[in-house]
C-alpha cells in the first residue's frame, strides 16, 4: 500500500471515487445532472491546476497497483478562489449568470473535502491511513485544526471521523442537506 500525490493522469479512475463520496454535490459543482456531464467536467477540471477538484488537491492510495481510495483538502482560505472556475463553467452549462456554489470551509480551517475508498477494499483501514495523510500534511503546512463536513445522516462515515480524534462542532445545510461539522486539533 502506498499513499502519493495525485497526477493528471489519475482522472478517469479517480472520479468514480470522487463521484461516490460527494453524492448530489456534484451537480452543484457542475450545473448540471446528467450523469455524464457531470463525469466529464470532472474530469477535466480534475486534470487542470487551481480549482477545487483539481489533482493539486488530491493523495491517492495504491493497492497492489490499483488506485484504490483518495483524499482532497486545501486551505480554506483559498476555498473561494478554488470554486470560482467551477463556478464560471456552471453558469454557462446551466444559462444562470447568477450561478453561486456555496463555500464550504471557513477560512480559518484546513478543509478536508473528499474521502472516498473503492467499495471492493473499505474496511481495510485505508480510509483512515487518508485522513491520517491529510492531517499530516496540514500539520505540515502549519495549521493547527483540519475540519470536514459529513452527511448529519451517514453515522458509517461520522464513527470514522470521531475514531480518529474529530468532533462535531455545529451543524450546516448545503443545497437542501444537513451536514455535521467536524473539527480535529492537529
Ligand atoms: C467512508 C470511507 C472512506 C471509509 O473508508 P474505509 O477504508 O472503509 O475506512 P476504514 O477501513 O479506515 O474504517 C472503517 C470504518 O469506516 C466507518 N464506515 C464508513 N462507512 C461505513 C458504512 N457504510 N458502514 C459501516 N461503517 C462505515 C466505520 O467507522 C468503519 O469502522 P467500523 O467498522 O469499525 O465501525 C468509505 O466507506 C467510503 O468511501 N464510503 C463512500 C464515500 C463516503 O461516504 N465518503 C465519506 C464522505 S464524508
Redesign the pocket.
Known sequence: MIIRAAVPGDASTLVPLIL??IGSIAFVLTGTTDPEEVASILTDFFGREQNRISYENALVLEEDGELV?LVMFYDGAGARALDVPLERAAARKSGRSDYRIPTEPETSEFYLDT???SPG?????????LVEAACDRARRLGHHRIA?L??SD?P??K??YE?LGFHVDYTKRIAGQEYFHMVRWL
Open positions: 461516490q463520496a481510495g474521502l472516498s475508498v477494499h473499505q474496511g481495510k483501514g485505508f480510509g483512515s491511513k470536514l459529513v452527511e451517514a458509517g462515515p464513527r470514522l475514531r
